[in-house]
């Protein structure tokens, strides 16, 4: 079988980069190595910059997402027993975020494809790229206990962080940048209007929380803890107690609860490769880099690499250019580093950290007043969390 590009991985970058590749008539196959329910049954993001709403538009697939989703124009910072709030859409001259869950979005991108008729194969084992560093690259893979082949001109290694793309790179061409984080997210979803119309951020001596939502009906709830916690030792009662001590009494009193679902513990850390190209493959989204979810930035910076590889992947084969793809790995690193920092930024200013001294807790309480102090501070917050321009 041969096509044009072989992209490993049916999550949101696979999918985005699939459809943006298939409105410009470039055939594509998506290989994943699960099947399709396994995929939707993860919960994760749940923040979309307008440049993602915006790629999910130009890929055909934005129709529900604009149905559903939730325009957002600003969300709240908590301490000290009350919230301040950061007006993203002033501070940023009208821009705002959509809150739409990455399960819908990745729904909406496998709905879309298969009407597309687009090949995605599904269960696909022991995904392998091969050759990658020559003109003639293919994956092998197996299914239904036969080997295949699959020739093509591109491999794009969507496969996430625990991928084989980024592993098939010979240990001397790549260098990596670490940075794990003393705590995780106990995260749940339930059926429940959210405790506030916005996000809610709370910094609390017990540590972080997290109000979001899925919709007016469907909250998401994230409390800070620790790495050995287990998912079993967490009743609901017991994480709608801990909720309630972190948030500002307002919220405490006005929260309504219900039996959660999904519940579930996140590591967090900060990672980065580089380069993420290597001749004919190139790494993207969560293959490529990993952020602590503090500035809702995973997703989105999915989504801006595959903006930048479907336009030189567009310009290759409209116009016979390498110039997009030699480009490719510098001008997404430097848009994945400004956020690499703005995520570890928001994350040590919202989280208890093990070791901080009382130095170290009067910086952080100074930080965050400054920052809800100062317009130029807030400003900056804003312009980060709504998304750098690409
Ligand atoms: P994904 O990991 O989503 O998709 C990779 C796909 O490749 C998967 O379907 C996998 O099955 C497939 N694959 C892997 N190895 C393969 C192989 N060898 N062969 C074939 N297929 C293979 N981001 C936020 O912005 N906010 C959040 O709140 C947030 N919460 C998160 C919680 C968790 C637990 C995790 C893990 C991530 C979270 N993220 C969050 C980040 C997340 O949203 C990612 O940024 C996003 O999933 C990136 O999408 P992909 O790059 O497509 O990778
Ligand atoms: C979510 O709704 O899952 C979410 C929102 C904002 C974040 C992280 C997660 O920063």
């Known amino acids: 079988m041969r096509t044009k590009v072989a992209i490993i991985g049916s999550g949101p970058s696979g999918l985005l980069l699939g459809q943006l590749l298939t409105e410009a008539a470039i055939d594509n196959v998506v290989l ?5 329910d396994y995929i939707l049954g993860r919960v994760r993001a749940g923040v979309l910059e307008e440049g993602t709403v915006g790629l999910m538009d130009q890929a055909k697939s934005g129709a529900h997402m604009h149905a559903a989703g939730l325009p957002h124009h600003g969300f709240s910072l908590a301490f000290d027993g009350r919230d301040h709030r950061i007006d993203l859409y002033s501070l940023t001259g009208g821009k705002r975020v959509v809150v739409y869950g990455q399960t ?3 729904r909406d991108l496998m709905e879309h494809r298969e009407a597309s008729g687009a090949l995605t194969v599904y269960d696909a084992a022991n995904v392998t790229p091969h050759d990658f560093d020559g003109a003639s690259p293919y994956l092998t893979y197996d299914k239904n206990g036969i080997t295949h082949r699959l020739d093509c001109d591109f491999i794009a290694g969507c496969d996430g962080f625990h991928g084989a793309s980024r592993k098939a ?6 260098r990596t940048f670490e ?22 951020y709370a910094n609390h001596p017990r540590g972080f929380a997290l109000c979001s939502m899925r919709s007016e009906t469907r909250s998401r709830y994230y409390i800070q803890c620790s790495l050995d916690e287990k998912v079993e030792d967490w009743s609901d009662a017991r994480f709608w107690d801990e909720l309630r001590w972190r948030l500002p009494e307002n919220h405490a009193e006005a929260m309504v609860t219900a039996p959660s679902f999904a519940k579930s513990i996140a590591p967090l850390r900060s990672f980065v490769a580089e380069p993420i190209r290597f001749g004919r493959l190139f790494l993207v ?23 930048y590889l479907s336009n ?14 030699d480009a490719y790995s510098q001008k997404a690193l430097a848009r994945v580093w400004k956020a690499v920092r703005f995520s570890w930024w928001m994350t040590t200013i919202m989280h208890r950290f093990p070791n901080t001294d009382d130095f170290g807790q009067r910086l952080q309480e100074a930080e965050l007043d400054y920052l809800v102090q100062s317009p130029a501070a807030s400003t900056s917050l804003a312009e980060n969390y709504v998304g750098l321009p690409y």
């Open 285 to 307: 989204g969560d293959a490529a880099h990993i952020v602590p979810p503090t500035g809702a930035k995973g997703l989105n910076l999915a989504a801006s690499d595959v903006f």
């Open 32 to 36: 994943d190595r699960v099947g399709k």
């Open 312 to 325: 030189a992947l567009i310009e290759f084969y409209g116009h016979r250019s390498e110039a997009g793809i």
């Open 169 to 174: 790179v010979p240990q001397g061409a790549i």
């Open 104 to 106: 819908e979005l990745t």
């Open 179 to 200: 940075k794990v984080y003393p705590f995780g997210w106990l995260g749940i979803l339930a059926d429940v209007a959210p405790v506030s119309h916005e996000l809610i």
